[in-house]
Antibody
Framework: QLQLQESGPGLVKPSETLSLTCTVS??????????WGWIRQPPGKGLEWIGS???????YYNPSLKSRVTISVDTSKNQFSLKLSSVTAADTAVYYC????????????WGQGTLVTVSS | QSVLTQPPSVSGAPGQRVTISCTGS?????????VHWYQQLPGTAPKLLIY???NRPSGVPDRFSGSKSGTSASLAISGLQAEDEADYYC????????????FGGGTKLTVL
């Protein structure tokens, strides 16, 4: 079974870029069997899909975040990454990386989540 | 405002059956896209509970069941147990939002 682990700074200053990485173990990130996504959860609030990337490299982003989001894959490290630019306090959240079997959008595997706080 | 609407809270006594609704529209659930359900225990990552409207991943008890009709879906939990107290989220896909995955706002289940 796949295991996912988020990593990155826990504190980001307003207007800067949030960068997180998800390391995948137990399977290949370039496999056509999965697609990879980022989901966030502000403190005390619900889940918000940020975006996803397929093994082909195709990306899909939440329209409300699209202008600020980039998701990419590093096959040499079996990782995928999230960059969110021009952050504000509203971007403070627990960020999860997740995977879904290809052909489904059901997120079966999740990382444990990492809290990112936007503050000066 | 979430694209998918869930009741903020539901409650039930141990042993009872509760249902959680997830209401969408013609561009998501009503368009035939699958609904998935997640359980989130306090302080933990969400766990997939139901996929493809009514299928349970390996290890999920058959006390949990899902259904879909028209523009809505439901999660039913029978034989309620104390450990079922958690937040529950539905998820689908919306064709009007550039290929977006959409979540419901979440429902807090309290076991009385």
């Amino acid at each position: 079974q796949l295991q996912l682990q988020e990593s990155g700074p826990g504190l980001v200053k307003p207007s800067e870029t949030l960068s997180l990485t998800c390391t995948v173990s137990g399977g290949s990130i370039s496999s056509s069997s999965y697609y990879w996504g980022w989901i966030r959860q502000p403190p005390g609030k619900g889940l918000e899909w940020i975006g996803s990337i397929y093994y082909s490299g195709s990306t899909y982003y939440n329209p409300s975040l699209k202008s600020r989001v980039t998701i990419s894959v590093d096959t040499s490290k079996n990782q995928f990454s999230l960059k969110l630019s021009s952050v504000t306090a509203a971007d403070t959240a627990v960020y999860y990386c997740a995977e879904a079997p290809s052909g489904s959008r059901a997120h079966l595997g999740w990382g444990q989540g990492t809290l990112v706080t936007v503050s000066s | 405002q979430s694209v998918l609407t869930q009741p903020p809270s539901v409650s039930g006594a141990p042993g009872q059956r509760v249902t959680i609704s997830c209401t969408g529209s013609s561009s998501n659930i009503g368009a035939g896209y699958d609904v998935h359900w997640y359980q989130q225990l306090p302080g933990t990552a969400p766990k997939l509970l139901i996929y493809g409207n009514s299928n349970r991943p390996s290890g999920v008890p058959d006390r949990f069941s899902g259904s879909k009709s028209g523009t809505s879906a439901s999660l039913a939990i029978s034989g309620l147990q104390a450990e079922d107290e958690a937040d529950y989220y539905c998820q689908s896909y919306d064709s009007s939002l550039s290929g977006s995955v959409v979540f419901g706002g979440g429902t807090k289940l309290t076991v009385l």
